[in-house]
């Protein structure tokens, strides 16, 4: 075994390599930009459901929004009022939110979680590659030894900041490169020239000679494209997340063809202080949103400015939600689902998926309940903006993989499935509230059919149904003999379309 070493940008190990899928689509020149909310953010203070609102503000009393000062998108949505740049965004068909996105068997540990939404992997197991990572690797098993070359001279992605980001980690070596400021990228050192031994210690040598001069190669090409790189707007001050976006926009302009760019913002861990006491509308949270919605807006107005955003799709992600009831602290703890925002001209606009159902009574330490598979963003965004083939994206991130139309169909296959996904699905429960025994009642066109319920901190306790059905009325039992009572959820699943509803158990 090899200890890895972090070198300019790089994780540097002589484990083996391989190559996992077919050859990556050299001419598409598409971008994909990741804004990651390190924390945990508050979705529910992000997108506040209109519809649900009595009982969210039963639910969090000391800091929730006044109805009067919210943003309507919709008779039932809402944004924080920081967030007016981003509905500007929605209203100018820019923007796509996907509701209560998530995984299986929630584990609420920042770090857990951050490697589970960085991999790909289900919650129950832990991989050492970046879905990113597994992405680039399909097309360049050999990497680093050979790159950059004349095909690929510029790195396959670069985060802002100084860790590389660990959805581009690869079997051998992170795709990723490191950088804060594209102007002052000075050239490591690579030593003197010579035979290296035949031994575990001469290839670790190898290998990082090989990443020194790489690393060189591209902060050339970086520094030329920054060079030759302009931004055509002015960013807000101050704002950490809009000088990583003004680099992004920058390099960009000045040719660089890099494929990923992560960039992040700290500070969502609002436990305490999310609003000031008496003051909901201020607060470490508010600031937080302001920042975001501003910098992306800015990043936005610089592409199209530059006549570059078709290029572009951006992308949120937080490592989960937070509870729905607010503590004594002016603030939130961690919880479970939470909405993701996919933003550019090439969006499918509008909300995908209902608001989340908010009961009368919230549960000890109740989470939103998923209903999206963060992963099956994940693999949409591949197939609609880097082309990659639907068998690829189940081997690349999870068999059960459902097409979601987050981004304007790119093939004729994809529009059918999207229209498909469009229609409402009739699913209710009865009785509810229940004691022992629930039916679920749901119409099938014939799909694939996954039935599962869950309890109130995401975790996915029974499995009802995973089987394809004939078309027509269909009715499954539930047997919760045994369970405490509280709210449970089930979550239906049919070929692409999915609906979570609750249900109460007394």
């Known amino acids: 075994m090899s200890l890895p070493i972090l070198l300019n940008g790089f994780r540097l190990s002589a484990m083996p390599r391989r190559s996992l899928f077919n050859a990556m689509n050299a001419d598409n020149d598409r971008v994909l930009v990741i804004i ?3 924390g945990g953010n508050d979705g529910l203070n992000m997108l506040i459901p209109l519809d649900q609102y009595d009982n969210l503000a039963n639910a969090r009393l000391n800091i929730i929004i006044p109805e009067v000062e919210i943003l309507n998108m919709t008779d039932t949505l809402g944004f924080h009022p920081q967030m007016s740049s981003m509905l500007d ?21 920042h770090f857990r979680s951050t490697d589970i939404w960085a991999s790909g992997s289900p919650a129950e197991e832990s991989w050492t590659t970046g879905w990113l990572g597994r992405y680039f690797e399909s097309g360049h098993g050999e990497f680093p030894e050979g790159y950059p070359n004349e095909e690929y001279p ?19 070596a992170n795709f990723s490169m490191t950088l804060n400021d594209p102007f002052s990228l000075a050239p490591l050192t690579q030593g003197a020239p010579g035979d290296v031994p035949d031994t575990p210690y001469g290839e670790e040598l190898e290998f990082l000679r090989t990443t020194i001069a790489q690393s060189n190669a591209y902060a050339e090409s970086i520094t030329d494209a920054a060079d030759s790189g302009a931004n055509m707007v002015d960013y807000p001050e101050g704002n950490r997340l809009g000088e990583q976006l003004k680099n992004v926009a920058l390099l960009i302009s000045g040719g660089l063809q890099t494929k990923v760019y992560v960039v992040s913002i700290g500070g969502f861990d ?51 939600g937070r509870q729905i009831r607010s503590n004594d602290s002016y603030g939130t703890d961690h919880g479970s689902a939470a909405p993701l925002m996919v933003f550019g001209p090439c ?8 608001n989340p159902e908010i009961p009368g009574q919230v549960d000890a330490q109740e989470g939103v309940p998923m209903q999206f598979d963060f992963r099956d963003v994940y693999g949409s965004v591949l197939m609609d903006w880097f082309e990659v083939q639907e068998e690829e994206v189940r081997n690349l991130l999870h068999p059960d993989f459902q097409y979601l139309p987050v981004l304007q169909p790119c093939s004729a296959v994809n529009a059918e499935e999207a229209l498909n996904f469009e229609q409402e699905i009739e699913a209710s429960c009865f009785p509810n509230p229940f004691r ?5 009642r749901f119409r099938s066109e014939g799909e694939q059919v996954r039935l599962s ?36 959820y089930f979550r239906l699943q049919l070929d692409g379309r999915q609906k979570t509803k609750r249900m109460l158990k007394v």
Request: proline share 4%; hydrophobic share 40%; glycine share 8%.
């Open 36 to 38: 990651q909310l390190n």
């Open 89 to 109: 965004l929605y209203n100018n068909a820019k923007l796509n939110i996907i509701q209560s996105v998530g995984y299986p068997e929630q584990n609420r540990s």
């Open 154 to 172: 510029h790195p396959f992605a670069v985060t802002m900041g100084s860790i590389v980001s660990e959805t581009c980690q690869g079997t051998a």
């Open 270 to 320: 609002t436990h305490a202080n999310q609003v000031e006491a008496g003051k909901p509308l201020v607060g470490e949270h508010s600031t937080l949103l302001q920042n975001l919605s501003e910098a992306i807006a800015a990043f936005q107005a610089d592409l199209q400015a530059q006549s570059l955003e078709q290029r572009v799709v951006g992308m949120t992600f937080s490592e989960f």
């Open 347 to 354: 969006v499918n606009p509008g909300v995908l998926g209902d």
């Open 436 to 440: 022992d025994w629930a039916t679920i």
């Open 453 to 488: 319920i869950f309890n109130s901190l995401g975790n996915e306790i029974r499995v009802l149904a995973n089987r394809r059905l004939p078309a027509g009325q269909h009715e499954v039992k539930f047997d919760a003999h045994g369970l405490p009572a509280g709210n449970y």
